[in-house]
Nanobody, 118 residues
Framework: QVQLVESGGGLVQAGGSLRLSCAAS????????MAWYRQAPGKQRELVAA???????NYADSVKGRFTISRDNAKNTVFLQMNSLNTDDTAVYHC????????????WGQGTQVTVSS
């Protein structure tokens, strides 16, 4: 059974940086796309950034130029470097992975809290 475990969240002041990691375990085959989503209190979950197995990326407009997604295919790990954080970035961040042959994100982590203080 696949498990995704996020780490790296925490409390940071506005303007600061955090690096999130998501490690997969229990897998036999590699993932296709991997992504980070976030959900703030009272808001819908939103896609923050995604990366294909080949390295193509896309970002939410709100994080372009501040966040960078990357992955290590050999270790089935995905990262999210977050710079210039602001209070609007406060949310629970979840990583997601798409199995080969799947068209949806079918594996999800439990999430890591990111809190940005003003």
């Amino acid at each position: 059974q696949v498990q995704l475990v996020e780490s790296g969240g925490g409390l940071v002041q506005a303007g600061g940086s955090l690096r999130l990691s998501c490690a997969a375990s229990g897998i036999i085959f590699s993932f296709n796309a991997m992504a980070w989503y976030r959900q703030a209190p009272g808001k819908q979950r939103e896609l923050v950034a995604a990366i294909t197995r080949g390295g193509s990326t896309n970002y939410a407009d709100s994080v372009k130029g501040r966040f960078t997604i990357s992955r290590d295919n050999a270790k089935n790990t995905v990262f999210l470097q977050m710079n210039s954080l602001n209070t609007d970035d406060t949310a629970v961040y979840h990583c997601a992975a798409q199995s080969l042959g799947s068209t949806q994100y079918n594996h999800w982590g439990q999430g890591t809290q990111v809190t940005v203080s003003s």
